[in-house]
């Protein structure tokens, strides 16, 4: 809004501006007029934190700056300022950007032309070679302090000028991403200081002193670290004490859920809007299990963020995020014990190497032939296979979780022995049984369908049946690396 000291009345600020310009600069900042003069702008800027950034003074410089370049030759009747937005972000994806980009296809939008602050602010990496087709289709002008002007598409100096400020914008993000990631490593390894983010199911943040830097200090900052949680601590006890007694993931998850312990995103359910808070899963005690925070030592670094194109024909689509795990080698673990532990290292260690799968008696791999070949007949799930009697078989629970009580009916589960299983399929396809092999080799070969019934009753259904072909979906399967030679087949 314009100021005018005609309607406001004789003060100061007013007083002001009637003086006359000094240094030969007439001042149009606050000129006090109802039409514009010149060429009517739209002003673009932006602002990546909140909570470290004032967007008043923020904006103010911005505008500052693009006011001066415009200055004598038009103003500014617009204004789109994006707050928390980061700079590789594209414009379709930021608000106030998108706003200005749909603007420029309204006959009656109110600006020929648009001006930025700083390039930086507005453009990264090749945004601007991008966006530039769409300004030029519209006839709408972009003026940048960096060239003090309009942008000339036929300029190769400014094209040069501003392909090799969209590299030193990326340049600038990936310096300052590499710095804050060194030095939080070296906080991580040398203090143990917990760099921020929630704190693990048990814990709870505690001041922990003033902050080490100073000028944060003074600003009454405060350090945090981890303490046990009296009503959650107890908890995460009895899980490790669980595991090491050799009990499984899913036993637990299943007790919790009976005892109705509430799980972490019920506990803190304004961190976790996105989870349900209804109980415990396998993936959430498996989480707690493998967390090394447990043991006292702070640890950083387990995860990273994959950023790749969100398709790979449209540059203005801009990048999608991804939540990775990374190596163990990768973590960052402190020297010394940065709170208290709720497990012992040694107690944790071996929780990793807990097994409560039962295995074959010699100690080997179990090596199921059957996988992905054997569905339900109730349900039409594929059989699971899983280690039983020292021998390898099949079952379906019909979608039953073994993380939660079964109280809905439901069909009893089927199961069946994978030396019952090759016996039938050898007698029906009319082969001898004595290489299980051999019977695999050959339902892939004629790729027939096998369906299991309670009782551990097979049919099996030839995909050339158009009866029945349709109502089977393919099985997939994966042949194994040094295949067995099939003899000649005689099938029924």
């Known amino acids: 809004m314009q100021y005018t000291p005609e309607l406001d009345g004789p003060d100061l600020l007013g007083w002001w501006i009637r003086q006359s310009p000094r240094r030969g600069r007439p001042r149009t900042r606050y000129q006090a007029t109802s039409k514009p003069l010149g060429i009517p702008f739209a002003f673009y800027g932006r602002m990546s934190t909140r909570e470290f950034q004032d967007r008043l003074s923020s904006a103010r410089w911005q505008r500052d700056f693009a006011e001066d370049v415009i200055d004598g030759r038009g103003v500014i009747v617009a204004e789109f300022f994006d707050v928390g937005e ?101 906080q991580v390894v040398e203090q143990g200081r917990h760099l921020g983010g929630r704190p693990p199911y048990g814990y709870r943040l505690a001041d922990a002193g003033p902050h080490p830097n100073r000028a944060h200090a003074k600003w009454g900052r405060m350090a945090h670290r981890l303490e046990p949680d009296p009503s ?33 995103s019920r506990v803190d359910p304004g961190r976790n809007p996105h989870r349900s808070g209804t109980g415990w899963t396998l993936r959430t005690v498996a989480a707690i299990l493998a967390n090394p925070r447990y043991t006292g030592r ?83 799930r594929i059989l699971d296979a899983h280690w039983v009697n020292k021998h390898a078989a099949y079952r379906c629970r019909h979608g039953h979780r073994t993380a939660s009580t079964g109280d809905a009916p439901r069909p009893r589960n089927v199961y069946i022995h994978e030396a019952k299983a090759i016996t039938q399929l050898a007698e029906w396809i009319g082969i001898p049984a004595a290489d299980p092999h051999t019977v695999t080799d050959a339902l892939l070969e004629h790729e027939l369908h096998v369906t299991c019934a309670i009782g551990g009753t097979l049919t099996i259904t030839k995909i050339s049946d158009a009866a029945t072909a349709h109502r089977l979906p393919a099985i997939p399967h994966q042949r194994r690396t040094a295949e067995t030679p099939t003899e000649t087949l005689h099938l029924p």
Request: hydrophobic share 45%; proline share 6%; with cysteine.
């Open 86 to 186: 980061s700079r590789q972000v594209p414009w379709t994806r930021r608000p106030q950007a998108a706003r200005l980009l749909a603007a420029l296809a309204d006959p009656g939008r109110g600006f020929d032309a648009v001006v930025v602050g700083e390039f930086e602010r507005a453009f990264y990496g090749n945004q601007f070679r991008d966006l530039a087709p769409l300004f030029n289709l519209y006839g709408v002008q972009l003026w940048l302090p960096e060239l003090n002007g309009p942008v000339d598409a036929s300029n190769e100096f400014h094209l040069s000028l501003l392909a090799l400020l969209g590299v030193h914008s990326k340049r600038e993000v990936q310096r300052s991403r590499f710095r804050a990631k060194a030095a939080m490593r070296a």
């Open 232 to 264: 959650t601590a107890p908890h995460v006890h009895w899980m490790f004490a669980q595991r090491l007694a050799g009990r499984s993931i899913a036993g637990i998850a299943r007790d919790l859920n009976d005892r109705q312990v509430p799980c972490p």
């Open 298 to 380: 702070q640890v950083w670094n387990r995860q990273h963020t994959d950023r790749g194109p969100l398709d790979a024909a449209d540059d203005l689509l801009g990048q999608s995020e991804a939540r990775r795990w990374n190596l163990m080698q990768q973590w960052v673990i402190s020297r010394d014990i940065a709170h208290p532990p709720l497990v012992s290292e040694h107690d944790f260690v071996a929780a990793q190497q807990a097994n409560a799968l039962l295995a074959p008696a010699d100690g080997a791999s179990g090596r199921y032939l059957l996988t992905g070949l054997i569905r339900c007949q109730e349900c039409g």
